[in-house]
């Protein structure tokens, strides 16, 4: 490509000084040496990359990948490829070092150079293990699942995950919906939810709450929520306002409304252990007692910060 690559310069000039200074000093153990170097510093750049927030490697690749877009889930598979190659590339560099100071010639030239490429046929070949007889199969499992939207804060839609793959993912963000129902007192109905939810067991959540089904609209999803969880046909709603949570289970971008209603309700006993009104005083002289979800209580703070509450 006629163009001049400074990683290759680098390397041909530590084996001009290493190697001159070996021949200086009749010691090849800074010849040696040479390989755990270039690795430490593919271990500082994988490091980065797993252990921090900074994509490093895809910064640096910028320059040869043009306008390539990368979705969440790819840079998340890159990020777990970069912990793999740490781990691999750390142990290498120790062998490395152990064998230049206390192993023959014959065994460092080993350890140095084919024990690599052998080390890496492991990592490929076992994760194509991994892929076709572990994941593979658990994907196929979940073709029966709710799929959602992953998205960006604005709401473009970036691809799409089984509801499954995005509790316990806070970088992938998707879409749910949340609905506040007021009473004609200005009460706010919560719901405990069931001690069987794998998220907040036994917590006083939000009225009704749920995810946006990959191919639903808005109204559709909060119609269908609503109907599942409190057992009424949708009223007149009202938008409050659109939202990122982030914690470190999920990443939810929420479309929040409310709406009056007397009841009565029909409650999900498989979702909800029960539900009532609360007076708005009540709630929010038990906010940050550990009864309501971290939802709720931001929830709480968007219905002040538009005047739906005082």
Not at 44 to 66: C, D, E, N, T, W
């Amino acid at each position: 490509q006629r163009r001049f690559d400074k990683m290759l310069a680098f390397d041909t000039a530590l084996i001009v000084l290493l190697g001159g200074i070996s021949i200086g000093f009749q010691n090849d153990l800074f010849f040696k040496l040479k390989p755990a170097l270039i690795e430490s510093i593919m271990l500082v750049l994988f490091g980065i990359h797993a252990f921090s927030q900074k994509p490093i490697l895809l910064m640096m690749g910028k320059r040869y990948m043009g306008d390539i877009k990368f979705y969440p889930e790819q840079i998340l598979m890159m990020k777990r490829m970069s912990l793999l190659l740490f781990i691999v590339i750390f142990i290498h560099t120790g062998l490395i070092v152990y064998s230049a100071f206390f192993l023959s010639k014959e065994m460092w030239a080993f350890i140095s150079g084919g024990l690599f490429y052998i080390l890496f046929a492991f990592v490929f070949v076992g994760q194509w293990i991994y892929i076709k007889f572990i994941k593979r199969p658990l994907l196929s499992s979940s073709t029966e699942e709710e799929w959602v939207d992953i998205v960006q804060e604005d709401g473009k839609i970036i691809g799409k995950a089984p509801r499954s793959q995005v509790h316990g993912n806070p970088e992938l963000l998707h879409p749910v919906v949340f609905l506040h129902i007021f009473n004609t007192k200005g009460e706010l109905f919560l719901q405990k939810r069931s001690q069987k939810k794998g998220e907040f067991p036994g917590l006083w959540d939000t009225a009704v709450g749920g995810h946006i089904i990959s191919g639903e609209t808005l109204k559709q999803a909060i119609t269908r929520e609503t109907k599942e969880e409190i057992g009424i046909d949708l009223g007149n709603i009202h938008p409050i306002a659109k939202y990122a949570i982030r914690n470190d289970w999920e990443s939810e971008l929420v479309h929040t409304f409310y709406m009056q209603y007397d009841g009565p309700f029909t409650l999900d006993k498989e979702e909800i252990e029960s539900a009532r009104f609360w007076s708005v005083f009540e709630i929010k002289k038990l906010i940050g007692s550990g009864i309501f979800t971290p939802n709720l209580e931001q929830d709480i703070t968007i219905l002040q910060k538009f005047k739906i509450i005082s």
